[in-house]
């Protein structure tokens, strides 16, 4: 069964499941067999389908092992040549050690980012940061509903982020919260948010108004006033 996706990206048509594909140290070429079992090739196994269950919950993955040793031409036309090799999407993560669930991640959502746009409203933020708080509450009082994303509390919640935002400000620009999408175009943080709604506001703020009049002087018989 595949799990629901991420909210702020749900897909009008089923979409192709992100592949995970694992190279074993086992298998048999010609009268060659390997019989000892590769311990680091289990625990690659342990930890991807860990990650899978955990960081990776909600976003549709395909996992298929194979013994290497029956397969070696395939990784290897990749760059893959020391089992357990890794690819996600065809592309090799990690080969000849257990693998770093982290760099898994970040490869997965990287492949999501790609297969499916924003939809909607999204805030990237964190609990702890006022000036996310504030991004919300502004959303709020404009009646916005908005789909919010914790980097801290989920951790496919940052690698979705980076893997979405460093396209478009550049590998070394630091990426800071909260990151915004409105009805799914990218909006940016908090300033583009505040640049947003005065540019709304800005017709309102600058139409033509009478000009108030100037205090008189008192009529005679009245309190004077100083300089009448």
């Given at each position: 069964m595949?799990?629901?996706?991420?909210?702020?990206?749900?897909?009008?048509?089923?979409?192709?499941?992100?592949?995970?594909?694992?190279?074993?140290w086992e298998g048999r070429w010609g009268p060659f067999r390997i019989q000892v079992p590769c311990g680091e090739c289990a625990l690659t196994g342990d930890i991807v389908q860990d990650t899978v269950e955990k960081e990776l919950k909600g976003i549709p993955v395909v996992v298929e092992s194979h013994p290497w040793l029956d397969h070696w031409w395939r990784p290897l036309l990749r760059g893959g040549w020391h089992a357990p090799i890794v690819l996600v999407d065809g592309r090799v993560i990690s080969q000849g050690k257990a693998l770093n669930r982290g760099l898994l991640t970040q490869a997965v959502m990287e492949a999501y980012a790609r297969r499916l746009p924003i939809r909607g409203t999204v805030v990237f933020g964190k609990r702890n940061c006022d000036i996310c708080h504030l991004a919300c509450t502004q959303l709020e009082t404009l009646g916005i509903p908005y789909t919010w994303l914790d980097v801290i509390e989920d951790p496919a919640a940052l690698y979705e982020m980076l893997?979405?935002?460093?396209?478009?400000?550049?590998?070394?620009t630091p990426v800071t919260v909260p990151q915004i999408w409105l009805n799914g175009r990218y909006l940016g943080g908090?300033?583009?948010?505040?640049?947003?709604?005065?540019?709304?506001?800005?017709?309102?703020?600058?139409?033509d108004r009478p000009e108030a009049e100037a205090p008189g002087?008192?009529?005679?018989?009245?309190?004077?006033?100083?300089?009448c």
């Open positions: 595949v799990p629901p996706l991420r909210p702020g990206t749900e897909p009008d048509a089923p979409v192709e499941p992100v592949r995970i594909t694992i190279y074993r893997a979405r935002v460093k396209p478009l400000l550049g590998k070394r908090m300033d583009a948010l505040d640049r947003l709604v005065l540019d709304a506001l800005e017709p309102f703020l600058t139409e002087c008192p009529a005679r018989g009245d309190s004077a006033m100083p300089g």
